[in-house]
C-alpha cells in the first residue's frame, strides 16, 4: 500500500513539473531561511571567549523618560543607556544580584599613531566587569574595586593593542597607553575577546571613573549598561523586582517627567528588542508581533500548498474514482493523499536544509553578521540538531495542514461522476 | 446475486430534475450474464451505479448476494464493494501513474492480504486476460484492447462475484470488442454474474438475457 502510494507520489510529482516545483520551492525557501536564521541566533547568543557563560546574566541597557507635564499630550521622550548616576547610586546596589556590573561597552576610539589612522574600542567599566566576564588574563592583573573607587589611571589591554602599540615587546605592564588626556597604566594584558562578542568588546578597558560625571543633576540618561549575575535564571525574577522597584520610586519623586528602566533583559532578549522602543517591547508587543510575524512566515508555504491542493483535486477526480470504485474507503483515501503531501513537504523540507548548508557555505562571508559596531562575524554552518528536528517537524506540519481540508474534499468526491462513459 | 425493489433516482441541477430511473425492479440471478440496452441516458449508468454501491438511489431496497444494503455508510460500502464487485468501464479508467500490474492489484491492497497472495492473483488475473507479457507497461503504451483486458484482469482479481460493465467495448473495434466479451463469457462461464451494457445487438444477443430501459423504466 505505501509503495503504491509512493509510486503514485513519484509519479504525479514528476508528471506534473511545475506544481512540484512551486509546491516545493515556498517549503524549501522558508526552511533555508529558518535554518539560517537559527543559525544567526546561536551564533550571536552562544557565546564565546569572556562572553562563554551568559546564561545565568540578564542586562539593563535602556532608560526611557517621558514628559509628564500635566493637562498637555504626552510628546516629548527619549531613550537612551543608563546614566552614571543613576547607575551608580541605585542600580549597582542591586542586592538580589550576585555580581552587578556596570560598563559603557565599547565606544568607538580614534587616534593617529605613527601616522596612521587607527580605529580602536574603548571600554570604560568598573571592577566586577572582571569577574562577571570571563577574561583571559595573559599577564597582570585587573584593576581593583578600590583603584575604580580611587580612579586610578590604570588600563588593562588585548594583546592586539599591545602589538599594535608595542610590537614585539614581551612585558608592557607599567607602561603607559595615552588615552586622549589620560596617561594610562598598564596593569593587564588580556586575550582579544570573540569577535562575535556583543557586550564584552573593546581593545583598551579603564575605570570609568577616570572621567568626570558631567551628568545634570536630574539626568537619568548616559551611556552604560548593566549587568546582573545571578547564581541561576531563578534570580532574574527578584532581581527585574528590585530594579523596577528603584525606578518606580524615582518616578515617582520626579513631578515632569515618566521613568521607565527597560529589562533586565537576556542577551538574547536584548537583541530582539533591537533599538525598539522598551517600553513598547515590555509590554510583549514586539515579541508578539515577532512571533505572528514568524507564524505568517512560516504559514505563507503551507497555505500556498493548500490553495494549489485545492486547485489540483480535479485532475486526481478520476483516479480516486477508480479507487473508491475498487473499495478504497473515504479515509483510506484522505490518509494516501495526506502521505503523498507530507512526502511533498518533507522533500522540500530537505531541500531547503540542503539549501541553507550552500548559501552559508557560498555566501558565508558576503552573511557576516554585524554583532556590534566594530566586527563583522562572517555565519558559519552551525548543525543544530533541535532546529533540524524542529524544521522537519514544520514540514510534517505544513503536510497535515495544506494536506487535510483538501483530502477531506477529495474523498468526498462522487466517483459516478469521474466514471462517465465517454473519453475524458 | 442482485435484487433491486422499487430503485427511484432523481438527479437535480439547478435548471432540471431528472428522474434517471423510475421504480424500476430488476433481478439478476447468480451465475447469469444479462445486457442492459436502451438509449442514449435512459439511465443505464446510473443503475450499474446504483448496483455498484457508487451512487445512493432515492427509493428502494438493494440485495447483493444476499445482503440487503441498510446503510451507505462510506466504509460499509467501500467494503461491499471491494469483496463483492468488479467495474468495468467503457474508458477503461486505467490509473495512468501505475503499471499494469499495479492497476490489476488494486482491489487487493484494499484488504488484508499477505504480498505473496496478492502477487499471485495478479499474475493469475492476468493470464486470464492473456496480458502476462505486459504487466509492467504503462497503460499509455497499451492499445485500446489491451487496457480494456488490464481492466478486466484489475475487476476479477478480487474474485468478486459481480461484474458490471458498462458499455465495456465502447471504445473497441467490433474484432476487439467480440475478444473482450468472449473473455467475460469465460469468467461466466466459471460462475460470475455479469450485467453489461451495450448498444451492440449482436454482443447482446449472444448473452443470456437482455434487459431493456426505456426513460429510467424496465420494457419488455
Ligand atoms: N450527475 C448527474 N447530474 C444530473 N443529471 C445526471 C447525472 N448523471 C446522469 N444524469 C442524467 O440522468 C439520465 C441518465 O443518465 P445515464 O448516465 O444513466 O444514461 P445512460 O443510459 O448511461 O446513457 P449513455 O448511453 O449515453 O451512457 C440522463 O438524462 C443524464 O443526463
Ligand atoms: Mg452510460
Known amino acids: ?76 521622550y527619549s531613550v537612551s543607556s543608563c546614566g552614571r548616576r543613576v547607575s551608580e547610586t541605585y542600580l549597582k546596589k542591586t542586592k538580589s544580584a550576585d555580581i552587578v556590573s556596570m560598563y559603557t561597552g565599547a565606544m568607538p576610539w580614534e587616534f593617529i599613531l605613527d601616522g596612521k589612522y587607527q580605529k580602536r574600542a574603548q571600554n570604560q567599566t568598573d571592577a566586577e566587569y572582571w569577574e562577571l566576564f570571563d577574561y583571559k588574563f595573559l599577564s597582570g592583573r585587573p584593576y581593583t574595586y578600590e583603584e575604580v573607587t580611587n580612579g586610578a589611571n590604570l588600563a588593562v589591554i588585548t594583546k592586539s593593542l599591545k602589538e599594535l602599540f608595542f610590537g614585539n615587546e614581551e612585558n608592557v605592564l607599567g607602561k603607559i597607553i595615552h588615552y586622549t588626556s589620560l596617561d594610562l597604566i598598564i596593569t593587564g594584558v588580556v586575550e582579544d575577546p570573540s569577535k562575535s562578542a556583543q557586550n564584552a568588546v573593546g581593545d583598551l578597558y579603564f575605570p570609568y571613573t577616570l572621567l568626570k560625571n558631567t551628568e545634570a543633576p536630574d539626568d537619568y540618561m548616559g551611556g552604560f549598561t548593566l549587568a546582573f549575575k545571578g547564581k541561576d535564571t531563578k534570580q532574574f525574577k527578584a532581581i527585574s523586582d528590585e530594579t523596577h522597584e528603584m525606578i518606580a520610586r524615582l518616578d515617582a519623586a520626579d513631578t515632569s517627567r515618566a521613568i521607565f528602566l527597560s529589562g533586565p533583559l537576556t542577551q538574547l532578549g536584548k537583541m530582539m528588542r533591537g533599538y525598539g522602543d522598551p517600553e513598547e517591547y515590555s509590554k510583549g508587543s514586539t515579541l508578539f508581533k515577532f512571533l505572528l510575524f514568524a507564524l505568517a512566515f512560516i504559514l505563507l508555504p503551507a497555505v500556498n500548498l493548500m490553495a494549489l491542493n485545492f486547485a489540483r483535486i480535479h485532475e486526481r477526480g478520476e483516479e480516486i474514482a477508480v479507487r473508491k470504485s475498487f473499495g478504497a474507503a473515504s479515509r483510506v483515501l484522505r490518509s494516501q493523499f495526506l502521505f503523498e503531501n507530507i512526502l511533498m513537504t518533507l522533500t522540500g523540507g530537505v531541500i531547503g536544509i540542503i539549501l541553507s548548508f550552500l548559501v552559508v557555505d557560498l555566501l558565508g562571508n558576503s552573511l557576516s553578521l554585524n554583532v556590534n559596531y566594530f566586527s563583522n562575524v562572517p555565519l558559519t554552518f552551525s548543525f543544530n540538531y533541535l532546529v533540524f528536528a524542529a524544521s522537519l517537524i514544520a514540514c510534517l506540519i505544513f503536510g497535515l495542514l495544506s494536506g487535510y481540508l483538501p483530502a477531506i474534499r477529495l474523498s468526498r468526491m462522487k466517483p459516478a461522476l469521474y466514471l462517465k462513459g465517454g473519453e475524458l | 446475486m442482485i435484487k433491486l425493489e422499487k430503485i427511484s433516482k432523481v438527479y437535480r441541477t439547478r435548471e432540471i430534475e431528472t428522474l434517471a430511473l423510475d421504480n424500476i425492479n430488476f433481478y439478476v440471478k447468480e451465475g447469469e450474464f444479462i445486457s442492459v440496452m436502451g438509449p442514449s441516458g435512459c439511465g443505464k449508468s446510473t443503475l450499474l451505479n446504483i448496483i455498484g454501491l457508487l451512487d445512493e438511489p432515492d427509493n428502494g431496497k438493494i440485495e447483493l448476494d444476499n445482503l440487503p444494503v441498510t446503510s451507505y455508510e462510506d466504509k460499509k460500502t467501500a467494503r461491499m464493494r471491494n469483496q463483492l464487485v468488479g467495474f468495468i468501464f467503457q474508458s477503461f479508467h486505467l490509473i495512468k501513474e501505475l503499471n499494469v500490474y499495479d492497476n490489476v492489484e488494486l482491489p487487493l491492497i484494499y484488504r488484508n ?25 504503462y497503460p499509455s503504451q497499451l492499445s485500446g484492447g489491451q487496457c480494456q483486458r488490464a481492466a478486466i484482469a484489475r475487476a476479477v482479481s478480487g474474485n468478486p462475484k459481480i461484474i458490471l460493465a458498462d458499455e465495456p467495448t465502447g471504445n473497441l473495434d467490433s474484432k476487439i470488442g467480440h475478444e473482450v466479451v468472449s473473455i467475460l463469457a469465460d469468467l461466466n462461464s466459471k460462475g460470475t454474474t455479469i450485467v453489461m451494457v451495450t448498444h451492440d445487438d449482436m454482443l447482446a444477443k449472444s448473452t443470456h438475457r437482455i434487459v431493456r430501459l426505456f426513460d429510467g423504466r424496465l420494457v419488455g
Not at chain 1, 507520489?9 to 536564521?37: D, E, W, Y
Not at chain 1, 562572553?51 to 542586562?59: A, G, I, P, Q, S
Not at chain 2, 493469475?124 to 507479457?133: A, P, Q, R, Y
Open chain 1, 1 to 76: 500500500m505505501i509503495k503504491n502510494y509512493f509510486k503514485i507520489f513519484l509519479k504525479v510529482a514528476l508528471q506534473n513539473k511545475l506544481f512540484t516545483f512551486l509546491s516545493l520551492f515556498g517549503i524549501s525557501l522558508t526552511i533555508m531561511f529558518v535554518m539560517i536564521f537559527s543559525m544567526t541566533i546561536s551564533k550571536i547568543t552562544t557565546g564565546s571567549g569572556p562572553e562563554k557563560d551568559l546564561k545565568d546574566v540578564v542586562f539593563c541597557d535602556r532608560i526611557k523618560t517621558k514628559q509628564t507635564i500635566k493637562g498637555k499630550a504626552n510628546n516629548g
Open chain 2, 113 to 137: 492480504m499477505p504480498a505473496s497472495e496478492r502477487k499471485l492473483r495478479v499474475t493469475e488475473s492476468l493470464e486470464k486476460v492473456g496480458l502476462t507479457n505486459r504487466m509492467s507497461h
